[in-house]
């Protein structure tokens, strides 16, 4: 069983910038891959970015450019800097870690950001 914990979220102006971090419970150095996901209510699930063992990287269209995702295996935490926030960056961010055949998920932060 892994645990994760998001923090970092929060209220912020339009174009400000949020770090989150997602914080395991055992180390990250054996996840195939980590990454955030985003949904508000009715909404459907989007992914935001995901990082891989190797370090390979993707984002959604609507985030590059201005979302980083990284990770610190010694923590074993992965990050997600988000810049030029928008309105429509609002939502519920959950990180997600995939470890042999089980996907793991955090318990969400919010993320609102006013215009």
């Known amino acids: 069983q892994v645990q994760l914990v998001e923090s970092g979220g929060g209220l912020v102006q339009a174009g400000g910038s949020l770090r989150l971090s997602c914080a395991a419970s055992?180390?990250?150095?054996?996840?195939?891959?980590m990454g955030w996901y985003r949904q508000a209510p009715g909404k459907q699930r989007e992914l935001v970015a995901h990082i891989t063992s190797g370090d390979n990287t993707r984002y959604a269209d609507s985030v590059k450019g201005r979302f980083t995702i990284s990770r610190d295996n010694a923590k074993n935490t992965v990050y997600l800097q988000m810049n030029s926030l928008k309105p429509e960056d609002t939502d519920v961010y959950y990180c997600?870690?995939?470890?042999?055949?089980?996907?793991?998920w955090g318990q969400g932060t919010q993320v609102t950001v006013s215009s």
């Open positions: 997600y870690a995939n470890f042999e055949l089980r996907t793991y």
């Open positions: 055992r180390s990250i150095f054996g996840a195939n891959a």
